[in-house]
């Protein structure tokens, strides 16, 4: 097992990056000059699901041209830009890393729409944000690489309106989640705090909030994180061009372990909306 990887690296390293994303687009025959958001939704959805789990988060949101958003742990945006453009909505992506927030603002700048899809580096335990300026806060599979809950949901809080929705998706703990599990992933996914769905419940309401619905997608999440194996394989040429054999390598042994824990229930997912008060 690799020695600890804190959140900035694992992202720096990532097998999809803005670089990725571009080379992609031209092996596609696409000019990189003249590209519409639409030309990057094949490759810009760095969550599980794609689009289709965008969709069902906007939904349960009711997302609207008028509602203003802010997308949590935005990475290279692709969500943002997804809803601005479906939706004709504004949202404004913050995220630690400043590689992932100079991407998606390159990317968002290539598909002319800056005008509705902003992005800022900071540590959204201490958003930069006034109070009650968003009616919809958005996440998706990030939560877990941050060990102060109670701060990043207190923000949540703090930055949406009265009645405003908080929608996440994140990996839950298991009831065969054991401290071995817990190490690793910690270790090598920069997966600093795995809740239970209980724990988000009680987490949630301390912070403010009512819960409306929590929706499981352990089993769904089987097949893609099985996908997304095979997908990460397949880069290990433009991976190990950028970071190495042995980032590769590493990273593979470590998602195999990932997709073994999620196929034994030791690990899950669920999609939780919940309404400030």
Known sequence: MQASIDVVTFYDEHPINLQEILSRAVASGLSV???????????????????????AMAETLQISEATQVIDLC????????YLATTHGCRVHGVDLNQTRVDGATELT???????????????????????????????????????DRESLL?????????????????????????DEHRLRFANTFAAS??????????????AGFRVDSVTDLSELWQDILKDRLRMFRSLEDETVKRFGQSRHDTYISN????????????LGGARIIATAQ
């Open 193 to 206: 705090r795995i809740v239970s769905v209980d724990e988000y419940e009680t987490l949630l309401q301390e």
């Open 74 to 81: 935005s990475g290279l945006g692709g969500p943002a830009r």
């Open 255 to 266: 998602y195999e372990f990932f997709v073994e824990r999620i196929a034994s229930a030791d």
């Open 109 to 147: 700048r290539r598909v002319n729409l800056s005008d509705l899809v902003t992005f800022s580096q900071a540590d959204v335990c201490k958003l930069p944000m006034a109070d009650n300026r968003f009616d919809c806060a958005i996440s998706q599979e990030a939560f877990l690489h941050i060990e």
């Open 33 to 55: 000059d003249s590209l519409t958001a639409a030309d990057l939704w094949t490759w810009d959805q760095d969550h599980y699901g794609g689009l289709a789990a965008v969709d």
């Open 154 to 178: 207190a923000q949540c809080h703090r930055v949406l309106s009265s009645g405003g929705k908080l929608g996440f998706t994140d990996w839950t703990a298991g009831a065969g989640l054991s």
